[in-house]
């Protein structure tokens, strides 16, 4: 069973910069593709950024320009950089893992088989 584990949340203000990090256990297939998810209380899970192993990557229009997606194939982990935070962006993030997705459902939740278990992003003002 493929597992996740998030770290790197935090309490930051606006402004600031945080990364986030996702390991996985294993990748178990070619057309791996790992993504960032958020929901904020009150709010449905939301699509962040998303990256195949092969290096395409996509965002969200919340976040372009500010997020940036990557990857340590020699560590299994995928990265996320996010920078000139807002309050906005106050959410728990979840990474997310697949072996089979096409690339036009990396931003679709249901899409995804494997998730972890979240980390807490908290932007004051």
């Known amino acids: 069973q493929v597992q996740l584990v998030e770290s790197g949340g935090g309490l930051v203000q606006a402004g600031d910069s945080l990364r986030l990090s996702c390991v996985t256990s294993e990748r178990t297939s070619s057309n791996w593709a790992m993504a960032w998810f958020r929901q904020a209380p009150g709010k449905e899970r939301e699509f962040v950024a998303a990256?195949?192993?092969?290096?395409?990557?996509r965002y969200a229009d919340a976040v372009k320009g500010r997020f940036v997606i990557s990857k340590d194939s020699a560590k299994n982990t995928v990265y996320l950089q996010m920078n000139r935070l807002a309050p906005e962006d106050t959410a728990v993030y979840y990474c997310?893992?697949?072996?089979?997705?096409?690339?036009?459902?990396?931003?679709?939740?249901?899409?995804?088989?494997?998730w972890g278990q979240g980390t807490q992003v908290t932007v004051s003002s």
């Open positions: 990256m195949r192993w092969s290096g395409a990557t």
């Open positions: 997310a893992a697949d072996g089979n997705l096409i690339l036009s459902s990396l931003g679709t939740a249901n899409q995804y088989d494997y």
